[in-house]
């Protein structure tokens, strides 16, 4: 996805908006002090490294 910034594009990945959704939870959690957010956003921002690794390591294996 990109999104034209003046004269600039600025190109998002699933992965980058994925890890930003899990940054806002975390420090929207730290915000209300609320733990069920924290543990979510961990959850959140943990599953999207492991799947951006495990895709880096097939597309390494692969050629």
Sequence with gaps: MEIKLGSFYVKFSP???SLLF???IFFTGIAADNPD???LSATVIL???L???LRWL???IDG
């Design 22 to 24: 899990g940054l806002v």
């Design 15 to 17: 992965f980058l908006i």
């Design 51 to 53: 799947g951006h690794g």
């Design 47 to 49: 599953m999207v490294l």
């Design 58 to 60: 097939i597309e390494h």
């Design 37 to 39: 957010a924290l543990t």
